[in-house]
């Protein structure tokens, strides 16, 4: 197998990398072993200040990171742009507030002196995707290291060169060789570093497929495992919503990296006495946004990162328009050697439809018509995912009692979706277990260690 880099916009291969056989691996493995004891015994003020460093170096390499993200999956640069900032963000949040989030907490029991410690498991494998390759990784990195842990990035094959640009980032920091390693093996070796003893836990974000083989081999080998698996938020416009907000809001948040987002809107679940309305301005908007090179900032649609992934949507899109979803605008690749997928929307979407059931991961909305507010809780509910969703209305206490009705990992009244170091940010049901960010998320990977004497 070998990593290929493969240029969205016009098919072109950038770069080819080989993976690495059982040699090298069994190296960076022995590499990164060494350094658990080493990282873990280092004072957790001087990890924070090596995290400091990593969010200057990011800061000071953007231009040059932000130009590989979108080179590599066609993200607008504007967004790769703000997707490194972002991880600068997490480093610098981590960097300040880690060591209050590991505080030992003294409890009174019969014992003299009683507490809670927290203590780094060792090394832990991060399996990571492509549409966010930058922010993946950083949001389960910065904290992970901070807490004393080591880690193992298993990127996505397409990405190597931000696979490799991650790495470099600590490296730059000052941040030990080994503490965190970037492993250039496939899909198939993966189960190997899973098994191995010195790997204490795995996270993963990405498919449901990839999900399940990743918490199969860390349950074997009881393992602690955190999965993020995709979702399909919906977006619930109630007849009191504000609609130019929830077309603006809508169409930033469905069509933002070409649509490819775990916490995109996904299902536009709109109650009847609004729908046309809603509707009617939507597809204006929709039709506005202009595909093209990502690197102008003249195009705000971004092409799909893969020709296959385009292929795969179009033919979920097809099958549900042949089951009686109507086409609203769109609905077809677009000509030319890029990975483009024309802004769509398709309306009257219904149980029994591939758009009803799964993720369409790409520029497509569908629309489902809730006859109340009940009945739009009741279909935003009814799917499998339970990662994200959002209520628009113009009253916050009805938003809010929405909102908490809504099986999912976070719910946001008028606001886009959208993950925040200071947030807890993950899913249930099928979109997944565990959390990142904030302080639950440093604590997934530690040892909360009771300490009783006497």
Known sequence: MAFHAINPVDGSTILTLDNWGASRLSKAMDVAELAVGTWADTPIKKRCELMYKAAEVLRARQEELATIITQEMGKLIKESRGEIKKCAWVCEYYAEHGQGFLEEEYIETDAAKSLVTYQPLGIILAVMPWNFPFWQVFRFAAPALVAGNTGLLKHASNVPQC??????????????????????????????????????????????PAGKSVAEAAGANIKKSVLELGGSDAFIVLDDADLELAVKQGVTSRYMNGGQSCIAAKRFIVVDAIADAFLEKFKAAVEDLRTGDPMSVDTTLAPMARHDLRDELHKQVIESIEAGAKVVTGCAPEAGSGAYYQASIIDHVKPGMRAWHEELFGPVAIVIRAKNEDDAVSIANSSDFGLGGSVWTQSNARGERVARQLQCGAAFVNGLVKSDPRMPFGGIKRSGYGRELSHHGIREFVNAKTIWIK
């Not at 965190?180 to 191995?196: A, C, E, K, N, P």
């Open 163 to 208: 696979a490799q640009a991650i790495e470099s980032v600590f490296k730059e920091a000052g941040i030990p060789e080994g503490v965190f390693t970037t492993l250039m093996i496939g899909s198939v070796q993966v189960r190997g570093v899973i098994d191995d003893p010195r790997v204490k836990a795995v996270t993963l974000t990405g498919s449901k």
